[in-house]
Nanobody, 123 residues
Framework: QAQLVESGGGWVQAGGSLRLSCAVSGPTFSNYFMAWFRQASGKDREFVAAINRSGGSTYYSRSVKGQFTISRDNAKNTVYLQMNSLKPEDTADYYC????????????????WGQGTQVTVSS
């Protein structure tokens, strides 16, 4: 089984940037379709971004497209989320997830999850 560990969260002022990392151990990282989800207090978990196995295709929610960038380094077994121009509404716990098979923005379809990293954006 894959194990996912996120890092890079923290506190930032509005307009700032953060880069989240998700290190994956276990079976071959390049076999997995990777994604980031987030969950704000009192809200449902929502899809943020995803990337295919090779890193050649990326997918974003409408709310972060043009603001966030997902990438992966298969040599380092790591997926990243570069978050720019952060807004208070980006405040949430951010989760890394992995799945076999094809692209999906449905969190129920993901097989493995990290423990989450908190991002707080102050106004």
């Amino acid at each position: 089984q894959a194990q996912l560990v996120e890092s890079g969260g923290g506190w930032v002022q509005a307009g700032g940037s953060l880069r989240l990392s998700c290190a994956v151990s276990g079976p071959t990282f390049s076999n997995y379709f990777m994604a980031w989800f987030r969950q704000a207090s009192g809200k449902d978990r929502e899809f943020v971004a995803a990337i295919n196995r090779s890193g050649g295709s990326t997918y974003y929610s409408r709310s972060v497209k043009g603001q966030f960038t997902i990438s992966r380094d298969n040599a380092k077994n790591t997926v990243y989320l570069q978050m720019n121009s952060l807004k208070p509404e980006d405040t949430a716990d951010y989760y890394c997830a992995a799945k076999a098979g094809s692209v999906s923005d449905d969190y129920d379809r993901y097989d493995y999850w990290g423990q989450g990293t908190q991002v707080t954006v102050s106004s």
